[in-house]
């Protein structure tokens, strides 16, 4: 379903950055130590969420054998449990790196603070102190992080014909369905990407300060993400259900609405600054740009952007390099999207420049983001599409040599993605020697050896 290449690659991503700052990552859960204050009751009290315990009992998606011949196998809750990265997203608070993270940053406790707890368990289990707020944590990112506050649906999910109602019917009931791409990609882009404060959920921002103090840059992309979480879904049963352009469709999907994410974080760092939230903020940056070592020749000084004057800060591209080729047939939309992010880079790399001044421009990319998105959902994503996509992003090189690492990481996240539809791509992508290109740590800048091979298979493409 996905190319091994994924796997390895999300791993070396979060990896680069860190692994230089970072000594002692083994993890030290928190064993019998309850996260519960002395004297708490553990009694239910009305809470927004249902609780992931109140999902785990065996006759509901706590069984320990798939139930056969079923769509939804019951056993939902032991694969999360057991395989999940999700379900220790809250332990991990415990571990020497997070209380590493926290002393460098002056934070008591990192899983008593807001800043950690918003992404690391369900977000609207990181503000509140009612007992049941304290028992979902424990969950980590529980079934409700993604599927949505159970209360409303929990009783009429159970009852014959639920599973027959279709994704909007669902949805009218309260229950988001993890099938419907967009509403799947704005859920994780929540904490994968970051997101405002909402009246109920508190601010997920992981930004400079945090990767700092050694916290993993977040290089979100729908595609690898999803192919990368251990399937707690009757993964048989979705095959068939699935349109065959599934892995394009998420792509193209997730890269729009990643955008979209990023876009309505930069808005809200600009436009609320504070003592823990400074403004330039650096994450928003290419990290290459100020994270390298100083050669006579480097490639910085010789790349082909001619917009840019050498030494002003590049904006990071990894949410902006990719939506511009998604411009097939879809001229007004994306006409718009491309002047809306040219604009915005060209405000972003000055130094003099005001968060206010981004607060516009940043709206109206929104919108139009928004916009492309509505019309990329209805899209299909056959052959014809595909090899349209392929040839445009052939003839990025010019484009995706003034974006440095991260242009050059998603153009090999879309080779991945689109490959399965196409032989010529899937024997370029597998050809490449990724692990060459992306893992050198010792290195703030990508393999020259890789860009070389890159090219000579964009070249190919092109053809
Ligand atoms: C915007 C959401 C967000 C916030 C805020 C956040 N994290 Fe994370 N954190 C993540 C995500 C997502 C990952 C997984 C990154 C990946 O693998 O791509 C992660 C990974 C980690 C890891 C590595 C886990 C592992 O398995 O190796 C540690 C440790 C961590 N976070 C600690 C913290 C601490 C401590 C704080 C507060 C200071 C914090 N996080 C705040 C989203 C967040
Ligand atoms: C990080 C997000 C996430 C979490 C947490 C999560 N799920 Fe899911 N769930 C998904 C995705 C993604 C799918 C697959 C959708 C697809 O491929 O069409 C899915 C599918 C399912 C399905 C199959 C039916 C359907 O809606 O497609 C069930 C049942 C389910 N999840 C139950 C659970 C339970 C129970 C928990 C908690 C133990 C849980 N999930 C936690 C994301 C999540
Ligand atoms: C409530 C916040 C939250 C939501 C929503 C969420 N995640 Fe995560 N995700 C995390 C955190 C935190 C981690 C790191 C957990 C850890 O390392 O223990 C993580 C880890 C992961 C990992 C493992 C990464 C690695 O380095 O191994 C994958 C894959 C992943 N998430 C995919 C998804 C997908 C796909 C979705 C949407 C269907 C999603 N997540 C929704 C917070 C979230
Ligand atoms: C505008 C310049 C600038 C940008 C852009 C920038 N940083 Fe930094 N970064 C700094 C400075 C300055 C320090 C502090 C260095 C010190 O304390 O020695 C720093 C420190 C760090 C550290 C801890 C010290 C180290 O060198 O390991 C890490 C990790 C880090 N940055 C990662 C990143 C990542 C990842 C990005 C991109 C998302 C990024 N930075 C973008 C300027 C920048």
């Given at each position: 379903?996905?190319?091994?290449?994924?796997?390895?690659?999300?791993?070396?991503?979060?990896a680069?950055?860190?692994?230089?700052?970072?000594?002692?990552?083994?993890?030290?859960?928190?064993?019998?130590?309850?996260?519960?204050?002395?004297?708490?009751?553990?009694?239910?009290?009305?809470?927004?969420?249902s609780?992931?315990?109140?999902?785990?009992?065996?006759?509901?998606?706590?069984?320990?054998?798939?139930?056969?011949?079923?769509?939804?196998?019951?056993?939902?809750?032991?694969?999360?449990?057991?395989?999940?990265k999700?379900?220790?997203?809250?332990?991990?608070?415990?571990?020497?790196?997070?209380?590493?993270?926290?002393?460098?940053?002056?934070?008591?406790?990192?899983?008593?603070?807001?800043?950690?707890?918003?992404?690391?368990?369900?977000?609207?289990?990181?503000?509140?102190?009612?007992?049941?707020?304290?028992?979902?944590?424990?969950?980590?990112?529980g079934?409700?992080?993604?599927?949505?506050?159970?209360?409303?649906?929990?009783?009429?999910?159970?009852?014959?014909?639920?599973?027959?109602?279709?994704?909007?019917?669902?949805l009218?009931?309260g229950?988001?369905?993890?099938?419907?791409?967009?509403?799947?990609?704005?859920?994780?882009?929540?904490?994968?990407?970051g997101?405002?404060?909402?009246?109920?959920?508190?601010?997920?921002?992981?930004?400079?300060?945090?990767?700092?103090?050694?916290?993993?840059?977040?290089?979100?992309?729908?595609?690898?993400?999803?192919?990368?979480?251990?399937?707690?879904?009757?993964?048989?049963?979705?095959?068939?259900?699935?349109?065959?352009?599934?892995?394009?469709?998420?792509?193209?999907?997730?890269?729009?609405?990643?955008?979209?994410?990023?876009?309505?974080?930069?808005?809200?760092?600009?436009?609320?600054?504070?003592?823990?939230?400074?403004w330039?903020?650096?994450?928003?940056?290419?990290?290459?740009?100020?994270?390298?070592?100083?050669?006579?020749?480097?490639?910085?000084?010789?790349?082909?952007?001619?917009?840019?004057?050498?030494?002003?800060?590049?904006?990071?591209?990894?949410?902006?390099?990719?939506?511009?080729?998604?411009?097939?047939?879809?001229?007004?939309?994306?006409?718009?999207?491309?002047?809306?992010?040219?604009?915005?880079?060209?405000?972003?790399?000055?130094?003099?420049?005001?968060?206010?001044?981004?607060?516009?421009?940043?709206?109206t990319?929104?919108?139009?983001?928004?916009?492309?998105?509505?019309?990329?959902?209805?899209?299909?994503?056959?052959?014809?599409?595909?090899?349209?996509?392929?040839?445009?992003?052939?003839?990025?090189?010019?484009?995706?040599?003034?974006?440095?690492?991260?242009?050059?990481?998603?153009l090999?996240?879309?080779?991945?993605?689109?490959?399965?539809?196409?032989?010529?791509?899937?024997?370029?992508?597998?050809?490449?020697?990724?692990?060459?290109?992306?893992?050198?740590?010792n290195?703030?800048?990508?393999?020259?050896?890789?860009?070389?091979?890159?090219?000579?298979?964009?070249?190919?493409?092109?053809?």
């Open positions: 379903m996905c190319t091994p290449g994924l796997k390895w690659f999300v791993a070396a991503l979060t680069l950055v860190v692994c230089r700052v970072l000594v002692g990552l083994q993890a030290t859960p928190p064993g019998n130590s309850s996260p519960l204050p002395a004297g708490v009751q553990t009694a239910k009290m009305p809470f927004a969420l609780g992931t315990t109140s999902c785990s009992a065996r006759s509901c998606h706590g069984g320990i054998e798939p139930v056969a011949g079923q769509a939804i196998q019951q056993d939902e809750y032991t694969k999360w449990v057991t395989q999940d999700h379900a220790e997203a809250y332990r991990v608070l415990f571990n020497d790196r997070s209380t590493e993270i926290a002393r460098r940053l002056d934070i008591d406790e990192a899983h008593k603070s807001k800043l950690c707890l918003a992404c690391h368990t369900n977000p609207l289990a990181a503000v509140g102190s009612q007992p049941s707020v304290f028992e979902e944590r424990e969950s980590g990112v079934c409700e992080s993604c599927h949505s506050s159970a209360p409303q649906w929990l009783g009429p999910h159970t009852t014959k014909g639920w599973s027959a109602r279709t994704a909007k019917e669902k009218a009931a229950m988001k369905s993890m099938s419907d791409l967009p509403t799947r990609a704005r859920v994780c882009a929540g904490c994968h990407v997101a405002p404060a909402t009246d109920t959920t508190p601010l997920r921002d992981v930004n400079h300060d945090l990767i700092a103090a050694g916290h993993p840059r977040l290089n979100f992309e729908l595609a690898a993400y999803s192919a990368n979480m251990p399937p707690h879904w009757n993964e048989a049963a979705k095959k068939k259900e699935r349109p065959a352009d599934v892995e394009g469709r998420t792509w193209a999907i997730g890269q729009i609405a990643s955008a979209q994410a990023a876009i309505e974080l930069l808005r809200d760092r600009a436009l609320k600054p504070g003592p823990q939230r400074p330039p903020e650096f994450s928003e940056y290419d990290c290459y740009a100020c994270h390298h070592d100083l050669h006579k020749e480097s490639w910085r000084k010789k790349r082909a952007d001619s917009n840019r004057q050498p030494g002003t800060l590049p904006w990071s591209a990894w949410y902006f390099a990719m939506p511009r080729f998604l411009a097939i047939e879809k001229q007004p939309e994306i006409a718009a999207v491309v002047d809306d992010l040219k604009g915005l880079a060209s405000i972003m790399r000055k130094s003099s420049q005001h968060g206010a001044q981004v607060a516009q421009p940043a709206l990319a929104k919108e139009h983001l928004q916009q492309l998105l509505d019309e990329l959902a209805k899209e299909s994503y056959n052959q014809a599409f595909l090899r349209k996509l392929m040839n445009a992003i052939s003839k990025a090189d010019p484009a995706f040599a003034e974006s440095g690492w991260d242009g050059a990481a998603q090999y996240l879309a080779m991945a993605a689109l490959a399965p539809h196409d032989q010529r791509t899937r024997d370029a992508v597998h050809a490449l020697t990724v692990t060459s290109g992306f893992q050198n740590p290195n703030y800048q990508i393999d020259d050896r890789f860009v070389d091979e890159l090219r000579e298979v964009l070249k190919k493409l092109a053809k």
